[in-house]
């Protein structure tokens, strides 16, 4: 069954509710987790967002990936299919309010970068961040029940940016 592509006004507990999942994931992990960063729109503040915290963890090395990948499995997180072939493995926790999509990253890891760099973009450029808020809404309402084409839609709006601010990213994508 597909599921709603729902956007919703920024929520001010998002931040709060990060800092609790990253406690609970540096728990699961232990210190094979050597960071745990708040990704996506729910880390911008102001942006309205879908109601899902996105956390990536970067991992000590890949050799970590397996087993926390068991770990976060153990723990109720169910595994999801990896868009961007670059060691990634993601997770979704649909039973906790809000959701969690936790992402485990190689060092190093490319997608990560630029997640980074587009969440730090929009958190200090407030005309871009409200462009992307525009746009998302306008892709929720042409694709309510396509994620894919949700996520798809934003790339070029995404890579743009990314684009600017690290000019050595091009062709590469963030979610």
């Given amino acids: 069954m597909a599921t709603l592509v729902e956007i919703v006004p920024y929520d001010a507990s998002w931040p709060r509710h990060f800092l609790k999942i990253a406690k609970e994931l540096h728990d699961i992990l232990g210190p094979s987790a050597i960071a745990i960063e708040h990704i996506g729109s729910t880390a911008v503040p102001g942006l309205p967002a879908k109601p899902v915290i996105d956390v990536d963890v970067i991992l000590s ?8 990948s068991d770990a976060l499995a153990a723990a109720g997180y169910e595994a999801r299919e990896n868009r961007h072939d670059d060691g990634v493995r993601a997770f979704l926790k ?13 060092p190093g890891n490319r997608t990560h970068e630029r997640r980074l760099v587009f969440r730090d973009v929009l958190r200090g450029h407030a005309e871009t961040a409200a462009a992307y808020a525009t746009l998302k809404t306008e892709l929720a309402r042409k694709f309510p029940y396509d ?6 839609a934003k790339g070029d709006f995404i890579n743009r940016i990314v684009g600017n601010a690290l000019p050595d990213a091009a062709g590469l994508t963030a979610s």
């Avoid at 090395?61 to 926390?68: E, L, Q, R, T, V």
């Avoid at 649909?94 to 190689?106: E, F, G, K, W």
């Fill in 94 to 106: 649909r039973s906790a309010t809000p959701q969690q999509r936790v992402y485990l990253c190689p």
């Fill in 61 to 68: 090395g890949p050799s970590d990936i397996s087993s926390a």
């Fill in 147 to 152: 994620g894919d084409a949700y996520t798809a």
